[in-house]
């Protein structure tokens, strides 16, 4: 539990830190958008609803946050559910600039539009990356590593 921890929060820290070196914290205002956010985390869960049994979804996520032994099975399912949030993550955030860069080519006459637009556009980008690639694939991974590990000590 404390190495799940110490990767948080080392991730957070770098994250924030690499976001407000500049402007201090009012640069961290800049990369969060609410609507993005919505999107990625509605898109992905709903597909994840959609593809995969509700109890073993609840079960993946309680194991993911638990330390102990996992049986094959367990392992299996959770590695799966979260690879898949991983792409539907990735997969929403792709879908998010797209909207995000017609909504930008809608108002072009508009200069003040196309800044928030094109934001919005990169940030739904950002938070499909950020969560397909660190949290779900890093679930994923620990899910699967915990049942190897079990295996090799017997």
């Given at each position: 539990?404390?190495?799940?921890?110490i990767g948080m929060?080392?991730?957070?820290?770098?994250?924030?830190?690499?976001?407000?070196?500049?402007?201090?914290?009012?640069?961290?205002?800049?990369?969060?958008?609410?609507?993005?956010?919505?999107?990625?985390?509605g898109m992905?869960?709903?597909?994840?609803?959609?593809?995969?049994?509700?109890?073993?979804?609840?079960?993946?996520?309680?194991?993911?946050?638990?330390?102990?032994?996992?049986?094959?099975?367990?392992?299996?399912?959770?590695?799966?559910?979260?690879?898949?949030?991983?792409?539907?993550?990735?997969?929403?955030?792709?879908?998010?600039?797209?909207?995000?860069?017609?909504?930008?080519?809608?108002?072009?006459?508009?200069?003040?539009?196309?800044?928030?637009?094109?934001?919005?556009?990169?940030?739904?980008?950002?938070?499909?990356?950020?969560?397909?690639?660190?949290?779900?694939?890093?679930?994923?991974?620990?899910?699967?590593?915990?049942?190897?590990?079990?295996?090799?000590?017997?």
């Amino acid at each position: 539990m404390i190495r799940k921890f110490i990767g948080m929060s080392l991730f957070i820290g770098l994250l924030v830190g690499a976001v407000t070196i500049h402007d201090g914290f009012v640069g961290l205002a800049s990369i969060i958008d609410l609507p993005s956010l919505l999107l990625v985390v509605g898109m992905t869960t709903s597909a994840t609803i959609w593809s995969f049994d509700f109890q073993d979804i609840i079960r993946s996520f309680k194991n993911s946050c638990s330390s102990e032994v996992l049986s094959e099975s367990d392992a299996l399912i959770g590695f799966t559910i979260f690879q898949k949030m991983a792409e539907y993550a990735l997969g929403s955030g792709m879908i998010g600039t797209l909207i995000g860069v017609v909504k930008m080519l809608q108002d072009m006459s508009d200069p003040t539009a196309i800044g928030p637009a094109m934001a919005v556009a990169l940030l739904t980008l950002l938070y499909g990356i950020l969560f397909g690639e660190i949290v779900f694939k890093s679930m994923a991974t620990d899910l699967l590593r915990r049942h190897h590990t079990h295996l090799e000590r017997n």
